[in-house]
């Protein structure tokens, strides 16, 4: 029985902490595609060193003509057509089986539209809400607007081929020592650490932001059914599990009791997972800012896979924490687990991580 600190408020699923064997991965490398920026010497290292450690064919690897700047982050949609949609469809009809694609640090996030107007005031392209989406999402959907998720929800394993999607993902940070990291704590990911749900009772009063909560609240079965145990913090304040963290699911910086410095305090294991309802929390993807709950404040800290956001509702564009502990609980990787337990594609979600990383496997 695993022994756990006692924190205010917080209430503890006493449950056996069974480590599953873990670590080895099935996901054929093979159907990964890794992306970098030909102009960057450090995004190729980047590639790389991930198809190095996964064993990923050397043709898998895309390099794009993007601009060599480590603060390229956004482009406009021909743009973004015609620099990375275009070449990646093209490599992949090449590559048949392709289900997975990485893209390596130093390649744009966002995608712009040209304006926005929101209640009569016009912004430019640079600002957060000038987003049609995120290179990401628009590339696992094939669009860059909404669209439901074929593979929301899905009992089996992933395959482009059957749901006409492909599970993108990231390997970035605020620092280039934080993306390379990320290989690292994948590859060594295994069972152990906290799995903590920070609930926030202040939402409750909102329909929108409850369903959140009460998904938060279903997720604890998951828990359970999986022989795991739960920390929960059902207060309003932000609590700081002082304990490495498995899982972490919570409000982030929307959390009505936020606070950056115990956020800048987290502490996770390799091979862990988090997850936050809160719309902007990948807005600032190399320009970290604990104040603001980035979610490279958690890539610093030792997460090994997180989603994050550019804007957009969260309760509804999260990931269904009770579907997400079912999944990477349950032994599916990285990739599968994020995009199973999300609604939409096409969107603002940006997910990082490794997407072949597997902690768990199935009892």
């Known amino acids: 029985m695993r022994t756990f600190h006692r924190v205010h408020g917080l209430v503890m699923l006493l449950l056996l902490f069974g480590a ?132 929301f929800g899905a009992a089996d394993a992933f395959s482009s081929a059957r749901y006409g999607i492909y599970l993108v993902t990231r390997l970035d940070g605020a620092t280039w020592g934080d993306a390379f990291k990320l ?15 920070d609930l926030d009772p202040e939402k409750d009063t909102y329909p929108v932001y409850k369903v959140f909560n009460d998904a938060m609240g279903r997720a604890l079965n998951a828990v359970a059914d999986a022989g795991q145990a739960a920390l929960v913090d ?7 599990p002082a304990p490495a963290l498995a899982v972490y699911v919570g409000w982030g910086a929307s959390d009505s009791g936020f606070s950056s410095t115990r956020y800048a305090n987290f502490a996770f294991t390799p091979g862990s997972i988090a ?52 999944s990477y609980l349950g032994g599916r990787n990285l990739a599968e687990s994020f995009y199973g337990a999300s609604r939409f594609v096409g969107g603002y979600d940006v997910v990082i991580g490794d997407p072949l990383c597997r902690t768990y496997v199935a009892p």
Do not use: H
């Not at 996030?109 to 209640?119: H, K, M």
């Not at 600002?127 to 860059?144: E, I």
């Not at 059902?234 to 700081?240: L, V, Y």
């Open 275 to 326: 997850e936050m309802g809160c719309p902007t929390s990948a807005a600032s993807l190399r320009s970290e800012s604990a104040s603001t709950g980035q979610i490279n404040v958690l890539i610093r800290n030792g997460v090994t896979g997180v989603k994050g956001y550019l804007g957009g509702t969260p309760a509804l564009a999260s990931a269904d924490p009770e579907l997400l502990m079912r």
């Open 20 to 151: 599953a064997q873990a670590g080895a991965q099935t996901t054929d490398p093979g159907s990964v595609l890794v992306v970098a920026n030909a102009n960057s010497p450090q995004s190729i290292a980047l590639a790389d060193y991930y198809m190095g450690r996964r064993a990923i064919p050397a043709e898998n690897r895309l390099l794009l003509d993007w601009n060599a700047s480590d603060t390229a982050e956004s482009c406009d949609l021909p743009t973004y057509n015609l620099k990375i949609a275009d070449p990646i469809r093209e490599r992949i009809a090449q590559l048949p089986g392709i289900d997975y694609i990485v893209l390596c640090r130093n390649l744009p996030y966002r995608i712009l539209r040209s304006t926005v107007t929101i209640r009569g005031v016009v912004l430019g392209p640079n600002s957060v809400a000038g987003a049609a989406a995120s290179v990401d999402s628009a590339l696992s959907a094939g669009r860059a607007s909404v669209a439901r998720n074929p593979y």
């Open 183 to 197: 290989v690292d704590r994948s590859v060594m990911a295994a069972p152990g650490g906290v799995i903590f749900f």
């Open 234 to 240: 059902s207060t309003s304040a932000f609590a700081d």
